[in-house]
Every structure is written in C-alpha cells, then in structure tokens.
T-cell receptor
Framework: DSGVTQTPKHLITATGQRVTLRCSPR?????VYWYQQSLDQGLQFLIH???????AKGNILERFSAQQFPDLHSELNLSSLELGDSALYFC??????????????FGNGTRLTVT | SQQGEEDPQALSIQEGENATMNCSYK?????LQWYRQNSGRGLVHLIL?????REKHSGRLRVTLDTSKKSSSLLITASRAADTASYFC???????????FGTGTRLLVSP
C-alpha cells in the first residue's frame, strides 16, 4: 500500500460531461503529480503541485484543470469529456518539491470510461 | 527528450530464469529511477541509482548505469510469476521539472 488514495476507482460517464477525480497524498508528502495512462499514449505527465502551488505542467488539455487544497489533497477536473479521455488517471505524491531525488508514490488510479 | 526508452518492449521467460531489461536516454542525468507497474495498478518505485554509481542492488534486483553510453540495465534474478509486470525507467537531472516515462518493458514470467 503506497499510502496514496484515489477516488473513485471507476467512473463511467457520457461525452460532454464533467467529472472530478480526487487524490489524498501520503501523509507528510507535499507534492502531488497527476498522470494519464492510455493504451495509445502511454503514461503522460499532466501537472504537478507542491504545497498548494502549481510547479509544472505537462500535456494537460485546456478542458482539464487541477488544484491542491490547504490540506494537501488534490482534485483533477475533466470537462467537456470526449471518448478519447477514457484512460487511467494516476495521482502520485512525494515529499519534496522535485521528483529529482524523491521517488514518487502512486495511487492505484481512477479508471475513467467515457461513453 | 527527457524520457528513457526501454528495451525490449516485451520479454517472456520461465520462473527461475533471469530477466534483463535495458534503458537508454539522450541527455545528461544526475540519477535514474526504475519503477514497476502490475497490470491496472499504480507504479511502484524499485530503485534509484545516482550518476556516480555504477551498480546497485536491492534484493533480487541489480541495476547498472553507464553514463558514457547513456544506458542502464535492470536485472531480476530468479524470476517469479509475481514479477510479471511492466518496468519503466526514468532518467532525472536537477533541470527536469517532472518525471516522465517511456512505454516500458512488459515482462511475463510463466510458472
């Protein structure tokens, strides 16, 4: 058990809808990372927050947004959903601001299916 | 590009055999991390090797790093069916803002 909790585990929704994925990092970790994993794109980095502030952005669509709250949990909001957004969404946490020297601890993901 | 490239893409062996997978990268690094992903689960950190280290061990895992060739290898000795997973490398340096992953090596260990 990594200590990172993601909810919900599964989500099925229709195109055009909006969903919110939630992540609680490991106790003591200040960094939260979001990744998207699909069969055709592999594991894609989306965004990184450290102690409430955005630190780095990856291939995150404008329809997607995220934030990290004062209690350090994070939410990833996906709107105007398309079929191609169907994927596994992972949250990872680490102690430090950079993953350079600090291994990431991954949750078990939220499987999103857009129909 | 920051990400590593794992090779082979897929590897199939019998229990008890050793499994070797390789990682090549293009930029200079300060360290390199290996992760494992069981099907449908989150990645699990296996080992971190620094650029001034040539070899590191952790249980049945042995990682080597050759910065002159910009490559690393992960050896799993005496493989078990439970080692069936995808394995990813992630090269890092202080200038990288994020950890990025390649497509991984899919290892299948048959009983």
């Amino acid at each position: 058990d990594s200590g990172v909790t993601q909810t919900p585990k599964h989500l099925i929704t229709a195109t055009g809808q909006r969903v919110t994925l939630r992540c609680s990092p490991r106790s003591g970790d200040l960094s939260v990372y979001w990744y998207q994993q699909s069969l055709d794109q592999g594991l894609q980095f989306l965004i990184h927050y450290y102690n409430g502030e955005e630190r780095a952005k990856g291939n995150i669509l404008e329809r997607f947004s995220a934030q990290q709250f004062p209690d350090l949990h994070s939410e990833l909001n996906l709107s105007s959903l398309e079929l191609g957004d169907s994927a596994l969404y992972f949250c990872a946490s680490s102690v430090e601001a950079s993953s350079y020297n600090s291994p990431l601890h991954f949750g078990n993901g939220t499987r999103l299916t857009v129909t | 590009s920051q990400q590593g490239e794992e090779d082979p893409q897929a590897l199939s062996i019998q229990e008890g055999e050793n499994a070797t997978m390789n990682c090549s990268y293009k930029t200079s690094i300060n360290n390199l991390q290996w992760y494992r992903q069981n099907s449908g689960r989150g990645l699990v950190h296996l080992i971190l090797i620094r650029s001034n280290e040539r070899e590191k061990h952790s249980g049945r895992l042995r990682v080597t790093l050759d910065t002159s060739k910009k490559s690393s290898s992960l050896l799993i000795t005496a493989s078990r069916a439970a080692d069936t997973a995808s394995y990813f490398c992630a090269p890092m340096n202080t200038g990288f803002q994020k950890l990025v992953f390649g497509t991984g090596t899919r290892l299948l260990v048959s009983p």
